[in-house]
Nanobody, 124 residues
Framework: QLQACGGGLVQAGGSLRLSCAASGRIFSSYVMGWFRQAPGEERQFVSAIAKGGDITRYAESVKGRFTISRDNAKNTVYLQMNSLKPEDTAVYYC???????????????????WGQGTQVTVSS
């Protein structure tokens, strides 16, 4: 089970930190990802992190602004979001993949488990 939290309403230029806690599985065996979905749009890849935290991937739209990290001792993955823009407004989902960061890390269908989502709203 994945439980995401940390969303909220923030002004443009502000920051938020999302967390996603995992239970019931060996967290360190999973690649963890963050996706987002705005109303009327497809679910979009945001970032992913390898099991050991040594490899990360980012969507071009968030590079340099967002940072993904994980604490395997706490079974938690984080997404630090800085310099937020109105176009970052979406429901953010965490996801887990029992595998490795391969060529399809950005595809939603790669991931086996999903959290319930947390709303991020950025006002202009």
């Amino acid at each position: 089970q994945l439980q995401a939290c940390g969303g909220g309403l923030v002004q443009a230029g502000g920051s938020l930190r999302l967390s996603c806690a995992a239970s019931g599985r060996i967290f360190s065996s999973y690649v963890m990802g963050w996706f987002r979905q705005a109303p009327g749009e497809e679910r979009q890849f945001v970032s992913a992190i390898a099991k050991g935290g040594d490899i990360t991937r980012y969507a071009e739209s968030v590079k340099g602004r967002f940072t993904i990290s994980r604490d395997n001792a706490k079974n938690t993955v984080y997404l630090q979001m800085n310099s937020l823009k109105p176009e970052d407004t979406a429901v953010y989902y965490c996801a887990a993949d029992l595998g490795y960061i391969g060529p399809n890390y950005y595809k939603a269908e790669t991931y086996d488990y999903w959290g319930q989502g947390t709303q991020v709203t950025v006002s202009s």
